[in-house]
């Protein structure tokens, strides 16, 4: 390289702090949104319908905040927060991570329709995951229209959810490449 | 920290996806294994996050207050003219009620008749959704030394809410009548027909059971029936709607889909409880 820029500063305890923020981001803001869903609106069954959004998004543009561990946690806490059979949101939550890893190479140079759809296909295949699991654990099969709404409501909620973390994931790669 | 070289990173990295799908069923075997230790962890997380929900809760209320009476605005006109109709009928039956309560007082005081004790009742507000995609129910923030109990009936200002299924120190779950999972003793007032009035995950529960002969008919008062012990008899529950399918529901008296503050009434009855609240009802504490 012909052109000599500034040395990269020591790592400060402030930057530190500050890529460590960037990479809790994903998991702290899901966890939040998560617990924000819990508030009664009128819409029920709104937590397991949230909390796909923004663990595709993570894992397709951000993979190494959104790790399976992290995955694991925000499953947990789905399932406790909307009492539902423990065990049931992981796995819908780390099969969506895992469909995420896979279509990721291709999906990150993709415009925001292809992703969407991508995406609907998704919350379609974990809302059936779900309805299978739940009526498995409660041995009897539940109605499908919860699960037909449940895949609905994510795919409603990707394109204003998919904005507002395509932003944030803007700002963050600008601080990251520095001035 | 350890440090690992760059391929056995990788190893690690691929490996962790599969172990963690494992562990998921195994959380699941755990959960259907220990149910009381699941409870126990969601009470305690409901119990720290119902703060934070009950704060949340004043500007979501707000939003939906201000709904309310745009709402309220627009409908202005016709909903004058509803109740100018509705205030006619009501002073007609009121001058029935006033006639029948004289006639009943002088009745009671003829047979020298001991009236039931009212009984106790405390409020709670309702602060999340506890229902999660199959089920409906929501949480109750309570305070710290609150009394809540299980078993104990939630009604609204309107009806026959739900039942206590489970109890944190700061907070409790509410199994609405609509869940899936619910099954209420019920009796129509009119033909004093009993029924089991079943909870489909729908707004309307669908009634089932009825003694031959006696179908409910459309428009039939539906109220409690104190079979079993679990409840009381004639809290109001709602009112019979027959579908065009054929089907038997139960249009409810209480809004479900906009519960603000509900009434947890304590008879001190210690029927049946529903399946998933394993642990046995905790008895009434002695006076």
């Known amino acids: 390289m012909a052109r000599k820029g500034r040395p990269q500063p020591p790592m400060g305890t402030l930057r530190r702090l500050d890529a460590g ?69 992981i796995l819908t939550l780390l099969l969506v991570h895992g469909a995420a890893l896979r279509m990721r190479p291709w999906l990150v140079r993709q415009g925001f329709p292809v992703v969407w759809l991508c995406f609907c296909a998704v919350a379609v295949g974990a809302s059936a995951v779900g309805f299978v699991l739940t009526g498995l654990l409660d041995w009897h099969m539940p109605s499908r229209v919860p699960a037909l709404l449940q895949a609905g409501l994510a795919a409603g909620a990707y394109p204003a959810l998919g904005w507002t973390l395509g932003r944030i994931h803007m700002v963050m790669t600008r601080a990251e490449e520095g001035p | 920290m350890i440090r690992l070289s760059i391929p056995s ?18 959380t699941m075997l755990l959960g259907k294994a220990d149910a009381l230790l699941v409870e126990r962890a969601r009470m305690t997380l409901a119990d720290a996050l119902s703060p ?18 745009a709402d309220a605005l627009w409908n202005l006109r016709a909903e004058n003219a509803r109740l ?27 047979l020298s008749w001991v009236p039931d004790p009212s009984p106790a009742f405390r409020t709670a507000r309702v602060v999340a959704d506890a229902g999660g995609t199959y089920a409906r129910a929501v949480l ?63 707004s309307r529960p669908r009634l089932q059971h009825w003694p031959e002969g006696t179908p409910p008919r459309d428009g039939d008062r539906v109220v409690t029936s104190a079979e079993a012990g679990a409840f009381p008899a004639g809290l109001p529950v709602g009112t019979v709607r027959v579908s065009e399918g054929g089907g038997v529901e139960v249009e409810l008296f209480a809004q479900l889909d906009r519960l603000d503050v509900l009434r947890l009434f304590d008879f001190g009855l210690s029927g049946i409880l529903p399946p998933e609240a394993v642990a046995r009802p905790e008895p009434r504490a002695r006076r």
């Open chain 1, 21 to 89: 923020a960037r990479a809790a981001f994903p998991a702290l803001g899901t966890a939040l949104l998560l617990v924000l869903a819990a508030v009664p609106v009128g819409v029920p069954g709104l937590v397991a319908a949230l909390a796909l959004p923004p663990v595709f998004f993570w894992s397709v543009f951000r993979p190494a905040a959104m790790s399976p561990p992290v995955v694991f946690g925000l499953g947990l806490l789905q399932d406790l927060l909307s009492f539902a059979p423990l065990g049931v949101g």
């Open chain 2, 140 to 202: 109750l923030g309570a305070g710290p030394n609150h009394a809540v109990r299980k078993g104990q009936v939630a009604l609204d200002e309107r009806g026959f809410v739900g039942r206590v299924t489970e109890v944190g120190s700061r907070s409790a779950r509410v199994l609405l009548a609509t869940d899936i999972n619910s099954r209420i003793p019920v009796v129509t007032e009119a033909s004093r027909a009993r029924a089991m009035m079943t909870g489909t995950n729908g």
């Open chain 2, 9 to 26: 990173r990788q190893a690690l990295a691929r490996l962790s996806l599969p172990v963690l799908i494992a562990a998921a069923f195994g």
């Open chain 2, 84 to 110: 100018r109709d509705d205030n006619e009928r009501l002073r007609r039956w009121q001058a029935a009620a006033l006639a029948l309560e004289a006639e009943n007082a002088l009745l009671r005081r003829q």
């Open chain 2, 52 to 69: 934070i929900w009950a704060a949340v809760q004043e500007p979501v209320q707000a939003v939906r207050g201000g709904l309310r009476e």
